[in-house]
Structures are given as C-alpha cells and as structure tokens.
C-alpha cells in the first residue's frame, strides 16, 4: 500500500499527552492524488486537534475555506465556501478495523496514523447536495444559460389570461358529463 501523503502522518507515539494541534492547507493538489476532478480549485484550511488519553486518541477535524466548482443549473464556476467538523476517536486493539465511521481500531504495534483520508472525505461530504452559484440567488449572475432556461421554462398560467378566452369545444362536451347527473 503507498503512504498517502506523508505531511499527513501523525506519529502520536512521540507525542505529549493532552492536546496536541496540526494545520493543513489544503489545495488542488491535495485532490489530485485522490483522483477527484470534480473541484477547480481548492483553498481550504484544515486544523486537526488530537487529544492524546493513555488508552485512545481523540481527533477533532475542521476544515473552511472554498472549493471552486461548476454550478449545477450554469455549470458557472464559482467559491463555495464550506466549513465543516467531526470526530474521531481510535483505539488500539487486534486488529485494524475501520467499520464505524467515528471509531477507528488500529493494531497495538501501530505508531502513526495517516489522517489524509478524513481531510479528504469531510472535505467532500461538506459540498452542498445542489451546487447553485450565488448569483442565481440574488440576481446578479448574467448567463446566457439562465437566459434560455428563463425562456424555456413553463409559464404560470397568468401570462396566458387574455388566450384563455376561446375554449375547444370538445371540453363543452365533457362538462356537461359534470353537470348531467
């Protein structure tokens, strides 16, 4: 298995007891070696604050900052800001085992743990399920993509009062089934 970027390796073996903080900035790059191609650009600052006990480890994850990315109705990239937190705990025991998702059980023998993982992930779950650029909100977005979505899209109805007036005729028919009871 490749170590995934290594500045993302705590040796909490060496580490004093209590709270112990590391910073990240996070930027394309970071992303690049996940593969994920879905950001422009990335300007994200993650802390992780690893609270050291005698038996287990605490981590406390935040990441904030902007991710670039396209906008779903647009595709017009903009700065989506994001700032978003969870927690981790591991602890030590036979063997590995990542099926909880906040408690993470490494092997007794282990002295270091890769956190690039859990950056990467609370990075991309912070991304909102629709992605709309702002500017579609308050108006200020000049697009020729909303421009014809504007055209395309169905009228409410009260447009089309004045057209109302001449009914098809085959529709007489069908109210007086209504009216015939």
């Known amino acids: 298995m490749m170590k995934p970027l290594k500045e993302f390796s705590i040796q909490f073996l060496g ?16 992303f690049d070696f996940f593969e994920y ?8 600052n993650s802390t992780v604050v690893l609270n050291k006990k005698t038996t287990f ?3 406390h994850f935040r990441a904030f900052g902007t991710v670039n990315i396209y906008c779903d109705l647009t595709n017009e990239p903009y700065n989506q800001e994001i700032d978003n937190s969870f ?3 591991v602890n030590f025991g036979n063997e590995y085992n990542d099926d909880n998702e906040e408690i993470l059980i490494i092997p007794h023998s282990e002295h270091e743990i890769n956190i690039a993982q ?3 992930e609370l990075i991309v779950l912070s991304m909102p399920a629709r992605r709309i650029h702002p500017g579609i909100k308050d108006g200020t977005l000049n697009s020729e993509i909303l421009d ?9 109805g009260l447009e089309n009062i004045n057209e ?7 529709w007489n028919t069908l109210k007086k089934l209504l009216t015939d009871k």
């Open 15 to 30: 580490l004093k007891s209590g709270e112990n903080c590391f910073e990240y900035k996070i930027d394309k790059k970071f």
């Open 37 to 44: 191609k879905e950001f422009n650009d990335v300007n994200v």
């Open 57 to 59: 480890l605490e981590f």
């Open 87 to 89: 927690d981790l705990v």
């Open 118 to 120: 859990y950056i990467y």
């Open 148 to 156: 014809k979505l504007e055209e395309l899209s169905p009228k409410t």
């Open 164 to 170: 109302d007036k001449e009914i098809d005729p085959r």
